[in-house]
């Protein structure tokens, strides 16, 4: 399996920018789907945005929608989450994570049950 770093954490301010990535390591990361979760005090792992090995297909919970974008750069073994709107609600510990190599059916993607390798979190913040 792959081992993901997460970097971009922090604090933001209303107006502000924040942008998440996460980098991976190991034997062919692109073929490996990959996922965005968070997690704040008291409530269970969220589902936050996936991306196919291809990229083709991106995936995005409810509350994000429209307000994140996730892409990624298999030439950089990189997979970013960008967000350029932001709540307060959204502050959280961010992982990405993969799931076993290959394709995975959407419904996989958005539950944290199926990945089996995760980054270490990184804090995000969002003040107004």
């Known amino acids: 399996q792959v081992q993901l770093v997460e ?19 190991g034997r062919a ?9 968070r997690v704040v005090p008291g409530k269970e792992r969220e589902f936050v945005s996936a991306i196919t090995n291809s990229g083709a ?3 995005y919970a409810d509350s994000v929608k429209g307000r994140f974008t996730i892409s990624r750069d298999n030439a950089k073994n990189t997979v970013y989450l960008q967000m350029h709107s932001r709540k307060p609600e959204d502050t959280a510990v961010y992982y990405c994570a993969a799931p076993p190599m ?10 944290y049950k199926n990945y089996n390798a ?7 913040t969002v003040s107004s």
């Open 102 to 111: 290959g394709p995975q059916p959407r419904v996989a993607l958005q539950d």
């Open 29 to 37: 990361v692109s073929m490996y789907s990959m996922g965005w979760f």
């Open 7 to 25: 970097s971009g954490g922090g604090l933001v301010q209303a107006g502000g920018s924040l942008n998440l990535s996460c980098a991976a390591s």
């Open 57 to 59: 297909n991106t995936y």
């Open 118 to 124: 995760w980054g270490q979190g990184t804090q995000v």
